[in-house]
């Protein structure tokens, strides 16, 4: 009975944390967007996310990113400086082909910084990718 259950491999779907210029408070930000590599929709996207680090955790955020274009992306949420400091995790669940897809993205304490920036595909801006 297990060998007969497909556990779909969710590839070309990213989540990438982004600095960038933030007009109304003058400031640089750091924002979580979701990306759709694929060559297809994805639907019903929903990412959960949270900060942990021993005993400090964040509260649980979810969000219903809904469809997502092939070759396009969605913001997340901002991540605020002090969330910078702990484990950073987004767990990404979506459909595509009629199946359901789920993947886990860690963002492990200190790696979201400005040493870490590279030109992240499809947004063309300057951000940090999970390690993995």
């Known amino acids: 009975m297990k060998k007969d259950i497909e556990i779909p491999v969710a590839k070309d779907v990213h989540v990438a944390v982004i600095r960038e210029w933030n007009d109304e408070f003058l400031s640089k930000d750091w924002n979580a967007y979701l990306i759709n590599n694929r060559t297809d929709i994805i639907e019903m996207a929903i990412v959960v996310s949270k900060g942990f680090d021993g005993d400090t955790k964040t509260s649980t955020m979810r969000h219903g990113i809904g469809i997502l274009e092939p070759k396009s992306f969605k913001k997340i949420e901002l991540l605020q400086e002090e969330v910078l400091a702990l484990n950073n995790e987004f767990f990404v669940t979506f459909f595509a082909e009629n199946k359901l897809f789920e993947k886990r ?16 595909p499809i947004l063309d801006k300057e951000g940090v990718l999970p390690e993995g």
Do not use: V, Y
């Open 105 to 120: 993205f860690l963002f492990p304490k200190h790696t979201i910084t400005e040493d870490s920036l590279t030109t992240i």
